[in-house]
């Protein structure tokens, strides 16, 4: 059983290529998602397309369908002005604020907007690129090379010690506010093995007993994260002074700040604070 829930309810049925129409409209600018304020909260744009509302499209992309109702997504140029009750927010600070289907529709929309404008041309001849008709890809009219959203896989690791859990400072945190290790997956490398490098890489300890808990896309700007919670086997902290500078063992009554519910890391160390039901874990991995 898989206890992170990132999933699309079964409301959504994705698809490629729909007429522009009036829906439910996800519409960039930069990494900034245009919202609506409603009587009933935040949500992203229905109704007409962005153009019909006076704004610059400069992609646009057919998402599938979410009840029925067609939803879309559109790179713009920033508008001078914003209309009355709309604005432009990020998404982190919209995880807490959208419906959970509009955030994960919003976070595939950001990286597929992502993924068209870094897929203009041919990376082989510089040709420019024409969307495939049936599939989510693009392909060269000249040498044909086709070309496939791309996602880049990273697992996250949350290693025990009897009752305890590994915490670390990346440098790129601010300060006091740890997490569980995170890493890229390397080519040719298995998700388990991964593990074990980035822990042996960024605080000197060996791992095993590895524990499947859960996947969450991350759409900044391409990510899928793959948890697993694991247990030290060997070797004393000793972060990297690079990726890592500072780690420790932490009881879950005295935890430090950490990622907040709508991350998988945070889910993981909740998880971990409320009790480490291992019942929720799948079976060792082979
Ligand atoms: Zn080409």
Known sequence: M????????????????????????????????LVENTTEGVCPLLGPPPQERGLV???????????????????????????????????????????KDHILLAGRALELVHWQHTHRFCGQCGT????????????????QAVYFPRIAPAIMAMVRRGPQVLL?????????????LAGFVECGETLEACLRREVREEVGIEVGNMHYFGSQSWPFP???????????????LRPDGQEIIEAD??????????????????????????????????????
């Open 2 to 33: 898989i206890i992170a829930d990132f999933e699309m309810s079964p409301a959504f049925a994705p698809g490629v290529h729909h007429e522009v129409a009036p829906g439910w409209w996800y519409v960039f600018c930069g990494d900034l998602l």
């Open 57 to 99: 499209v400069t992609t646009c992309l057919f998402l599938g369908h979410l009840d029925g109702i067609p939803c879309f997504t559109a790179q713009c140029q920033e508008p001078a002005t914003l209309g009355g009750t709309l604005r432009l927010e990020s998404m982190r600070r919209l995880w807490r604020l959208l419906p």
């Open 128 to 143: 420019a690129l024409q969307d495939v008709a049936h599939e989510r890809a693009r392909r060269c009219p000249s040498c």
């Open 168 to 180: 670390a400072r990346s440098s790129r945190f601010p300060g006091g506010f740890f997490s569980i």
């Open 222 to 236: 391409n990510s899928l994260m793959i948890g697993f919670v694991a247990e030290h086997t060997g070797g004393t």
């Open 249 to 286: 063992w932490f009881w879950p009554h005295k935890l430090p700040m950490v990622p907040g519910p709508e991350s998988l890391a945070g889910q993981m160390i909740h998880w971990y604070a409320t009790g480490a039901d291992e019942s929720l874990l799948t079976k060792p991995a082979p």
